[in-house]
């Protein structure tokens, strides 16, 4: 799972609330057992990412440089509205218990669908990352971080409105895919469903 900062649960891939003191025990708690984390939390952070600047949460920063595709955590799960329309949670919808995130066995094509990517600071607010949203409702996106493009990170880069717009779509970030391997891609692959959704063909119309 991925939980925002005021969520009531403790469960989340990495503890990193600084305000509940869970990143002082980064270490034993989510990933960080699994990385090893007991000297120092820095292999969650990019040496070129600006962490003094993160516009959407500053007074309790999210103090890392990756996030999971929420696509495939527990919040798709959540049966109900369509995905953060309306300002609510929602998921896929049917009957699946909203606390279980995606099996493997659930994602089409592993090779082409991220699972964990870096986000730009104008819009990383902790390590839920939505690459795609129901179209009218992207108040909510992620963005995939252009820091490692020489070219296109130089370029104006605001957070997109609620038209389906991807700013700089060609700028380059990178992402982590179900297979476990990674790559350098456009904002225009990173934001399409169908390198997004682990199954984009059982979405409703109305959510294409």
Not at 40 to 60: E, K
Not at 126 to 142: F, I, R, T
Request: net charge negative; with cysteine.
């Amino acid at each position: 799972m991925a939980l925002a900062g005021g969520s009531p649960y403790e469960e989340d891939w990495i503890w990193w609330q600084k305000t509940s003191n869970r990143i002082d025990d980064i270490a034993e708690h989510g990933i960080g057992p699994y990385l090893n984390l007991t000297k120092t939390s820095n292999v969650l952070r990019c040496p070129s990412d600006d962490l003094s600047f993160r516009a959407r949460s500053p007074a309790d920063p999210f103090l890392f440089s990756y996030v999971l595709n929420n696509a495939m955590t527990a919040a798709w799960n959540n049966p109900g509205p369509p995905l953060h329309a309306g300002g609510s949670w929602g998921g896929l919808g049917g009957s699946e218990d909203a606390t279980i995130a995606a099996k493997i066995t659930q994602v089409q094509y592993t090779a082409e669908k991220i699972l964990v990517f870096e986000e730009d600071e104008r819009t990383i607010d902790d390590g839920n990352g939505s690459l795609y949203c129901v179209p009218a409702h992207l108040h909510y996106l992620n963005l995939l971080a252009l820091r490692h493009d020489p070219e296109k990170r130089k370029l104006l880069d605001t957070p997109p409105a609620d038209n389906g717009v991807i700013p700089n779509p060609e700028g380059k970030g990178t992402v982590g895919f179900c297979d476990g391997h990674a790559e350098f891609v456009e904002r225009a692959y990173a934001h399409s469903k169908k390198h997004t959704v682990r199954d984009w063909s059982v979405l409703p119309a109305a959510w294409q």
